[in-house]
């Protein structure tokens, strides 16, 4: 399927959109201000062994230490060593060098790997293994054993590392795939002279969003790289001439009077992507929640009453919907366990179906996913990998009035809860009035259905009682003031 990328830049930020068909399916956002690094490879000096965890902290030169787990421990367990507990692996004050594989997300520190990899236009360098790799999405056997030997071929005598050679490989020739060689190879040498410092600090940098756009992101398929920064094309022209020569012809600069996101809707479908509820073309609905420990995804018929039978309708609306939530997924970028409730099906059939649509929609996914069939409850669970933030974390930030809740306590709430207040007040302090001081919807009840209630408590403490609107309260802030 063909594909456009658009690119819009500017000095803080950089944001990317994946089209196909015109429809937005993947969005990804770098700021200058917090740009991820995962990908980055630091000397890192081990802080503190955690053996009932088996992991360790590790200070990478970063305001928060990382976290490395046993599992992702590869150099130090080969051999005679693979079967030895953390403690006896690492200790406080080792040096050590290591791969940051996902950003640090809310409380948790980034995770880290002993084992380095850095990724190129049609491979992947992997300097501590001798062994070569082959990208999954490549299924043809034939073709899989010719591009194995032909990497064989130019490797040079006596290569000690590894590659994976990825999916863009496919139809690379030997030109291409010597290039990627040569230029891994030199970033190894400069880490590895970088490294011999010992101290904590970071060592080789992944590209930026705008570099990365040709390095993973673009293939036989894409059309247009379109480009709203001058400077930005610019510097993509040179990395491309360098390193990926066919691609230069498809890099464009827009230069249009309009901005580049408003031009392909993209500014409309970032607006949506924060809604909890996505709505079907059918007339059904999703609402999608997410939460620290998971993200549930909820399918409604709404309004769709179909033409022919309930089971009918059913069936339709969790048919779209499973193609829906797929491109919900990616351009959302939610990662972790998402538990997803499909309308309730009786058929088998009809689960099959559900399942096997939702399978194929998520083809589409660069992101590494498992997908389990329904459970008893009729719920299907899947995880997708996460490396960094959802756009909603992103963009967002937990709501100062309900604390993430979603829900505030209503204006009649508050009014009892003040009222209980001035009771426990009234009874340990003597003072000549009381105040109160709380939102204009608050005070607003207490002048009306409430009164009653404020007028009792009034004449049973034998104090006054006055009420002040303070506009910045929201509406489950408020201070009893003593006069």
């Known amino acids: 399927m063909t594909s456009e990328i658009l690119v819009n830049v500017t000095p803080q930020e950089t944001r990317v959109a994946v089209m196909e068909q015109g429809a937005v399916q993947e969005l990804h956002i770098e700021r200058t201000s917090s740009r991820g690094i995962v990908g980055n490879i630091y000397n890192g000096r081990v802080t503190r062994v955690l053996p009932g965890m088996q992991s360790a902290f590790v200070d990478i030169g970063l305001e928060r230490a ?40 809310s409380t948790k520190g980034a995770r880290l790997s002993t084992q380095v990899s850095i990724a190129g236009r049609m491979l992947v360098y992997l300097p501590q293994v001798s062994h070569i790799g082959i990208s999954q999405r490549i299924e043809d056997e034939t073709e899989r054993k010719l591009l194995r030997e032909k990497l064989k071929h130019l490797l040079p005598p006596g290569e000690k590392g590894g590659f994976i050679i990825r999916t863009m490989a496919e ?17 190894w040498h400069d880490i590895e002279e970088k490294s011999l410092t010992g101290m904590p600090g970071l060592l080789y940098q992944d590209l930026n969003l705008s570099h990365r756009v040709l390095r993973d992101f673009v293939d036989d398929g894409t059309v247009r790289i379109l480009v709203d920064s001058r400077e930005t094309f610019q510097k993509l022209i040179a990395f491309a001439q360098d390193y990926m020569a066919n691609v230069t012809e498809r890099i464009d600069h827009y230069a249009g009077e309009r901005p580049l996101f408003d031009l392909y809707g993209v500014e409309d479908e970032i607006e949506k992507c924060l809604a909890r509820r996505v709505n079907l073309k059918s007339g059904g609905y999703l609402i999608i929640d997410q939460t620290e420990a998971l993200t549930t995804v909820d399918v409604n ?17 969790n048919l779209e919907a499973a193609q829906v939530i797929a491109r919900q997924l990616r351009l959302r970028n939610l990662g972790g366990i998402i538990i997803i409730d499909f309308i309730d099906m009786e058929s088998a059939e009809h689960k099959n179906a559900v399942l096997t649509e939702f399978k194929k929609s998520l083809m589409k996914d660069r992101t590494r996913m498992t997908v389990n069939g329904f459970t008893a409850l009729g719920l299907v669970e899947m995880t997708r990998k996460r490396t960094r933030e959802s756009l ?7 709501c100062p009035t309900c604390q993430g809740r979603s829900e505030v306590r209503t ?60 506009a910045t309260y929201t509406q489950e802030q408020y201070d009893v003031i003593l006069m």
């Open 66 to 105: 990382a976290f490395l787990h046993l599992a992702d421990i590869w150099r130090l367990r080969q051999s005679e060593d693979a079967d030895k507990p953390i403690e006896r692996l690492l200790y406080e004050g080792k040096n050590i060098l290591v791969q940051v594989i996902k950003d640090s997300i």
């Open 301 to 317: 018929t709404g309004g769709f009453v179909g033409v022919r039978s309930f089971d009918d309708t059913i069936f339709k609306t």
């Open 411 to 470: 204006a009649q709430t508050m009014c009892y809860e003040i009222l209980r207040e001035l009771l426990r007040e009234s009874r340990q302090f003597d003072a000549r009035e009381f105040r109160i001081l709380a939102s204009q919807q608050v005070i607003d009840l207490f002048l009306d259905e409430e009164s009653q209630s404020l007028a009792q408590l009034g004449d049973f403490i034998a104090k006054p009682i006055s009420l002040q609107v303070e």
């Open 171 to 187: 139809a690379a020739s030997e030109q291409d795939l010597q290039t990627d060689i040569e230029y891994l190879h030199r970033l």
């Open 392 to 398: 909603a974390h992103i963009l967002c930030e937990t």
